[in-house]
């Protein structure tokens, strides 16, 4: 072709050109844009040069750039942004660096042979994933059965827009109006042309709903991204209120006290009003009160409400148990034999109460002391008891009187005799034994009862008194005694019978010789008596081992 009408020819075959074919290209936002010229087929052979152009949003087109296939470099024509950011490959395809939403347009090749004129579109599409996933303005806590934000889940600057869904425990949550609403948005920044979407969802919670995930799926580009929300507390207001009473049972006076009111709403209501006999208080961050020291008058109907709610109350009944007790008889009571002695016991209880009488540690009948005897002495306690609580009296009664002898006998040991005298007597009684200046082998008093005992050697028939006294009076009884055969002792037969060892055998007779030599140191008296604890060993043994 002759150079010199080569404009002219390009002028006629630009408007000539064949449109060939119309591919699409994905581009990546911010990165450089590839868009081949002929879809990567090898130019014609006889090509001149290849020129880029673009379609503007107005239908107007723009030159890019031109390159003439016999020089080096290619020549820029944009006059527009696209001056610094288009350039032209080995194999003439077109890069824009820094894509953005803007290129989102139709580039055209042109390729100019001596043969033909041809042009391939290439529609550009540039797509942005998603910068973040979040989700904001969440709620504390769900109502149960009102609809409340569970949250807004934002998907942030995409092209094109992401969608957005939310699932419940892993199922899929669909718009009803009712339980679940949905409300979806999406914003264009008019700077950058990105998209985000926005979702926020309403849930009405049910109590079940206490464990449940709640989880916004962003999908864009076939790809799910997940958000999970941590389970939600279900608030729920009270229905029942229940009056607990924290106190060890039984309750009685001077006990505290403490009321607990609780609601079954969730978070649990934490104000109340508590009522005690027609007076309402409140009670602000607690559900107890407490009734410090409650007396008698305190017993009867308590109740509590809920601060918010005066309709939801609970009630119950506090008894205070008390038992009031007097005996007319206290500390120690000193009385005469044959004494008239009432015992007035009166009380009163919260309820129904046992008595218990006591005497010396044994259960007896209510006393009642017409004419008093030394058995009606004693330690006496009055128990009444109801339910867990005891209330007791106790009172000691002395009965003094004459003394009164219910015991005179001999317990007979070898030759020798052993005199029991027993008496009641209060005051504490001397004993007098009619045989002269003798001595007590021993004298016990104990709890009313005085024992006196001696030993006497009878040589014949002998009669013997005990005479006991205190500062009442006097009783007097005898007994009589016979000598017994000397050797009959039964101890000793049973000595003999086992043949016990000689030295035993002496030794009795040894003592049997100081005692001849003691009788016939007493020649006035028709009987003899021994000092206390100078018998025999074997008598003392014996007396011990009869527990005399
Ligand atoms: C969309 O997915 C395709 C295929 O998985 C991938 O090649 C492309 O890069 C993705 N686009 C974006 C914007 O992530
Ligand atoms: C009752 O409470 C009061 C004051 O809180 C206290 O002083 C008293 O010891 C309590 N009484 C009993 C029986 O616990
Ligand atoms: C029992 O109650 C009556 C009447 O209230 C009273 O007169 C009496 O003193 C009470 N008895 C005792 C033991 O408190
Ligand atoms: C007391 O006893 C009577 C008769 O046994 C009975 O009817 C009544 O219910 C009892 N009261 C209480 C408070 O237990
Ligand atoms: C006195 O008699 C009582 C009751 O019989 C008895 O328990 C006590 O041991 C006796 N005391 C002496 C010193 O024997
Ligand atoms: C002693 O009393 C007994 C029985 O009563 C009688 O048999 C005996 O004769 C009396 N002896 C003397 C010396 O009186």
Known sequence: ?????FPLVLLTCLTLFTVLETQSITALYGETIVIPCN??????EDLVFIKWIYKRDDGTTGDLLIKQIDSEQATVQAIDEYARRVSISDTFSLLISQASLKDQKVFTCMLVSVSANQEYSSNVIVQKAPSSVQIFDTSEALQKDKLTIVGTCVVADSNPAADISWKKSGNLLVSDGKAVVISSSFKLNPATGLSTTTSTLQYAAAKEDSDAVFTCISTYNRTNKDVDL?????????????????????????SNVT???????????SSFFFYKKGVKELVENSNTYILTSIGRDAAGEYKCSLADDEKIM??????????DLTVSLTGRTVKKLGDVLPVKTEMNTSGNATVTWIKNGVKVKEPQFNSLTYADAGVYICKVSMSGLTEQRRFELVVEGKPWIIN???????????????????PEPRFEWSIGSKTEDSFNYTDGKAVSKITVVPEGNLTVSCTVTNSYGEDVKTID????????????????????VVGLVSLAAVAGLAFCLRRKSRRQGSWSTRERNTGTPEENETLQHHNI
């Open 408 to 426: 005179l006998r001999k317990h007979i040991m070898d030759r020798s005799q052993v005199l029991i005298c027993e008496a009641n007597a209060v």
């Open 39 to 44: 879809g990567g087929n090898p130019p014609p």
């Open 230 to 254: 941590k389970p939600f507390p279900i608030y729920y207001p009270s229905e029942k209120a229940s009056l607990q009473i924290l106190s060890k049972e039984p309750i009685v006076e001077g």
């Open 1 to 5: 072709m002759d150079p010199a009408v």
């Open 259 to 269: 009321l607990k009111c609780h609601g079954d709403g969730s978070p649990p209501p």
């Open 314 to 323: 609970a009630s119950k009944h506090i008894v205070v148990n008390y038992i």
């Open 481 to 500: 005694l016979y000598p017994e055969p000397s050797g009959n002792s039964s101890d000793h037969i049973k000595l003999i019978a086992v043949g016990l």
